[in-house]
């Protein structure tokens, strides 16, 4: 049973103190808005607003990646990069107890600043993070699709040149309607190649067949968003049969394509189709949400029952790519957790 008729919802609170693991954030989108003013401010950027209120509020989905653009220059130094890592996991933790994470950054954009610098930087809050609040990351290097498949290339060779376990995947982000992702085949043969696991955006605004390409072409072996699944019968019974994970997310920048209505969210038929659903804050500051308050909406909402709610923390640990040991200790430590606070019996 996924829904229930309870009208007893889940506690809020134990749902937000649930542990959870997230793997799908950008690390350029889950900049705190404070930040970002002062970043901006220290590398002479001129942001449309100072207000932290104000920043993060866009009439549509272009004025979104303005912003979004304007804090991907703001980050120059290896100290910027850590500084935004740590406080991105820092708000995970405290916001909804985050455990394990799997992080995007676009080295693309970020011309002025060489991958090693960055990853440098990035790697130093990870550490911090997990010092002080003991959360485990990952980092996904994202393709932007709007750049030339030369660049891509390239941008997997410097990732191989300069190899790190923290780095476990390859994924794509962008406009996809602009570029489909037939166009980045070689990319992901060469991200293969060198052992990285694979996955993109795609479904989110282009036709359900961008799945398909994604994991018969490009190998993928998650989907990013993937909603328009559910024009697609038959592809929703194969992709349920063959337990592929989506790796879903409810807030969307305005005028994307989606219905307003949170109870017309395509997620919650991906959830009633019995697809393998993850849960997952994209961009938090900058959608104004964390991953304790999607669990609260989706969880509460569309009244997922203990047991479903659970799997949406189990499903998201079998689909991590950390090693197979550290993902049975994740599994280890979590679940008696989850049994306990949803009033379940073990097993
Ligand atoms: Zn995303």
């Not at 889940?10 to 705190?32: A, M, Q, T, Y």
């Not at 910027?80 to 740590?86: E, G, K, L, N, P």
């Not at 005028?255 to 938090?284: H, K, Q, Y």
Request: with cysteine; proline share 7%.
């Amino acid at each position: 049973m996924t829904v229930t008729d309870e009208p007893v919802a889940i506690d809020d609170e134990v749902l937000r103190r649930l542990p959870k693991v997230e793997l799908h954030c950008h690390l350029e989108g889950s900049i705190r808005a404070a930040t970002l003013v002062e970043l901006a401010a220290t590398h002479g950027i001129p942001l449309p607003t100072t207000d932290h209120d104000a920043l993060y509020r866009y009439p549509d989905l272009a004025g979104f990646l303005v912003v979004y653009e304007t804090a991907c220059s703001a980050l120059r130094t290896a100290a910027d990069f850590a500084r935004v890592t740590y406080e991105a996991l820092e708000d995970a933790v405290l916001s909804s107890n985050v455990r394990y994470r799997e992080m995007f950054f676009n080295p693309t954009l970020h011309p002025g600043t060489p991958y090693p610098v960055m990853l440098e930087g990035i790697l130093d809050g990870i550490r911090a993070a997990e010092r002080d609040h003991g959360i485990t990351t990952r980092l996904i290097p994202s393709i932007y699709r709007q750049d030339p498949v030369a660049s891509a290339l390239e941008l997997v060779a410097t990732v191989a040149e300069h190899r790190d376990d923290h780095v476990v995947g390859i994924g794509m982000d962008g406009d996809e309607l602009a570029d489909p992702p037939e166009r980045f085949v070689a990319v992901y043969r060469a991200a293969a190649a060198i052992g990285l696991h694979r996955s993109a955006h795609v479904a989110h605004d282009g036709p359900a067949s961008m799945i398909e390409t994604c994991l018969d072409d490009l190998g993928c072996e998650r989907v990013d968003h993937g909603y328009h699944v559910v024009d697609d019968p038959s592809l929703v019974s194969r992709l349920r049969d063959a337990g592929t994970t989506f790796l879903c997310a409810t807030p969307t920048p305005p005028l994307c394509g989606w219905s307003d209505v949170f109870d017309e969210s395509p997620v919650r038929r991906m959830i009633e189709a019995g697809l393998r659903v993850t849960l997952n804050s994209d961009d938090p500051p900058m959608l104004h949400t964390d991953l304790g308050t999607e669990f609260v909406k989706v969880c509460n909402g569309w009244r997922l029952t203990p047991e479903r709610t659970k799997q949406l923390v189990t499903d998201a640990i079998d689909a991590a790519w950390c090693d197979p040991t550290e993902r049975a200790a994740l599994a280890r430590s979590i679940t008696p957790e989850l049994d306990r606070m949803l009033g379940l019996s073990p097993g």
